[in-house]
């Protein structure tokens, strides 16, 4: 005779819910470097990466934040998971549709400064493209 058992369902639906908020953060500060120049200068944590470094470390905290606060309170238990699967994936349409905002939406730029190469300067793959396109 086979018995089944079954295994609370609290640990699956926290991290999905978790990568969930996780998305959505990542959206909200993608949308955020582009309405505030000042955001974008916080979110600049490592000049060679600019503002991505600050947007994605941002989502990976929200993400393993929530799942473990998620994780500790639904350890054991059983959860609406349908309910909590629809939020999981809302937030995650809202994070994608944040993550690519609208053209107009962004603050004006600085002053732009072109970036310029010199022929003895032009090596690898900019120099290929260069010989390529006669640029």
Known sequence: MITE????NGPVAAVLLAGGIGSAVLGLATFG?????AFKTAMNWYKPVGPLMGKSTLGILAFFLSWVIL??????KETDFT??????????AIGLVL??????????PSKITPYTTTSRQQTGSCYFITAIYGG
Request: without cysteine.
């Open 5 to 8: 058992t079954t295994k609370p």
């Open 33 to 37: 470097v582009e309405l505030s120049d």
């Open 71 to 76: 994780n500790y309170l639904w350890k054991g």
């Open 83 to 92: 309910r909590i699967a629809t939020i999981a994936m809302v937030l995650v």
């Open 99 to 108: 993550t690519f905002p609208p053209s107009g939406i962004s603050s004006p």
